[in-house]
T-cell receptor
Framework: AQTVTQSQPEMSVQEAETVTLSCTYDTSESNYYLFWYKQPPSRQMILVIRQEAYKQQNATENRFSVNFQKAAKSFSLKISDSQLGDTAMYFC?????????????FGGGTRLMVKP | EAQVTQNPRYLITVTGKKLTVTCSQN?????MSWYRQDPGLGLRQIYYSMNVEVTDKGDVPEGYKVSRKEKRNFPLILESPSPNQTSLYFC????????????????FGEGSRLTVL
């Protein structure tokens, strides 16, 4: 079974600064997806970024980028130029496609507060 | 608009009173699933379905039932709710991984906050 660990329950950052959220996972699979989801106070689950394990290049989406270290089983999220709207709970998640209907295994979450 | 719709969004009930949370998707997704979210534990899969009339248990299925009689609908049934089922529930859907449109992304509903007294 896969496990996902987010070691930072809460973090804060000043507006316009950069913050990095940590995520480690454990799996024996070689082909899988990793994701970061954002959950604002509205509770909606919003996909921030995805990474396919076979791709060595780190994924980037505007101000969001990841540092994917496959051998170390590490998948951190960097948020540049933090904005007040980035305040949310962030979840790291793992998927082995086809397993249990594309089941996502989630970490416990990191609550990020962006301060003005 | 592509979406996953859950109802009700909020519900307070009492122990033992049967309830159903409905879920419907309009994206013709083959796969549907239910998750519950609890503090510090992230989201955990309750049940999933890979096709009409095909359902299976996830990681935390105790106390729940599901059915998939139509492709678009996947209701979650709590036959006799208990206080430990107080949680935030999410329905999600996706294409099957062998489809040419599979991107890995799950599409989530807006969540249903359930309180069992």
């Amino acid at each position: 079974a896969q496990t996902v660990t987010q070691s930072q329950p809460e973090m804060s950052v000043q507006e316009a600064e950069t913050v990095t959220l940590s995520c480690t996972y454990d799996t024996s699979e070689s082909n899988y997806y990793l994701f970061w989801y954002k959950q604002p106070p509205s509770r909606q689950m919003i996909l921030v970024i995805r990474q396919e394990a076979y791709k060595q290049q780190n994924a980037t989406e505007n101000r969001f980028s990841v540092n994917f270290q496959k051998a170390a089983k590490s998948f951190s999220l960097k948020i540049s130029d933090s904005q007040l709207g980035d305040t949310a709970m962030y979840f790291c998640a793992f998927m082995k496609p086809s397993n249990a209907g594309n089941m996502l295994t989630f970490g416990g979450g990191t609550r990020l507060m962006v301060k003005p | 608009e592509a979406q996953v719709t859950q109802n009700p969004r909020y519900l307070i009930t009492v122990t033992g009173k049967k309830l159903t949370v409905t879920c419907s998707q309009n994206m013709n997704h083959e796969y549907m699933s239910w998750y519950r979210q609890d503090p510090g534990l992230g989201l955990r899969q309750i049940y999933y379905s890979m096709n009409v009339e095909v359902t299976d248990k996830g990681d935390v299925p105790e106390g729940y039932k599901v059915s998939r009689k139509e492709k678009r609908n996947f209701p979650l049934i709590l036959e006799s709710p208990s206080p430990n089922q107080t949680s935030l529930y999410f329905c999600a859907s996706s294409h099957k991984w062998t489809s040419g449109t599979f991107t890995g992304e799950l599409f989530f509903g807006e969540g249903s906050r359930l309180t069992v007294l």
